[in-house]
């Protein structure tokens, strides 16, 4: 049983990073991020002509795109006041490209919290609190050097490591577009930045906090 334990709190262990990460992901698939990041100091404004009211209409459609069972003419029927298309054919085959790795990712999240809920219930009715607790606080600490490690790495050039996580999840330049395109006026480099440090944050910040409160209720 002892070697049982074991195993379920480095489980518990590993899960953790990729539950403390989804939970930033997901709150930032929302509408309220969107209000806030628009209006928070310095965002860049569209050189182009998109507003914070234009930002704060078509955003929020992109963003129920990734998260609906829509198909591509979601996006595709949308029009700029003279008819013109609001994505061109480009945009539009990416914004595919991520709808199919952002819903994968939100269903394996989902799970993953579903595990460790269900590894809770076990640990509480099996008696094993303290050893899901241990795996917990061990999970906090694999959190936040995961994000200190990747942060550093961000820090050093955010563009290099924007370029290797979209060459990692993406065919080729799919992803590259003119400034002048609609993703990019309404998701310049500072959104990025801005969402992988909140992203980073959370989890950072989860991390240690599970790390530092569990530290008298682990087993050592």
């Given at each position: ?16 990073p990729g539950a403390l990460v989804f939970l ?197």
């Amino acid at each position: 049983m002892r070697i049982t334990h074991n195993l379920l709190s480095w489980l518990i262990t590993l899960l953790t990073p990729g539950a403390l990460v989804f939970l930033g992901v997901r709150l930032l698939l929302t509408p309220l991020f969107l209000q806030v990041e628009y209006r928070s100091p310095g965002f860049p404004a569209d050189g182009y002509g998109f507003t914070l009211v234009d930002r704060l209409k078509w955003a929020p459609i992109t963003l129920q795109y990734l998260l609906n069972n829509a198909d591509i003419d979601f996006l595709g029927t949308l029009t700029f006041p003279d008819g013109s298309p609001l994505f061109n054919e480009r945009e539009l085959t990416h914004m595919q490209d991520v709808k199919g790795l952002v819903q994968p990712t939100l269903t394996i999240g989902y799970i993953v919290w579903f595990i460790l809920l269900a590894l809770e219930i076990w640990a509480w009715r099996g008696r094993w609190q303290r050893v899901f607790l241990f795996g917990l606080k061990r999970g906090g600490w694999l959190t936040a050097a995961l994000v200190m490690v990747i942060a550093v790495f961000a820090t050093t050039s955010f563009w290099h490591f924007f370029s290797d996580f979209h060459a990692l999840f993406f065919k080729g330049d799919s992803w590259l577009f003119y400034y002048s395109d609609t993703l990019i006026r309404l998701f310049p480099i500072r959104f990025w930045q801005d969402t992988f440090m909140v992203v980073g944050g959370i989890a950072l910040g989860s991390g240690l906090a599970l790390g530092l409160v569990l530290r008298h209720n682990s087993i050592r």
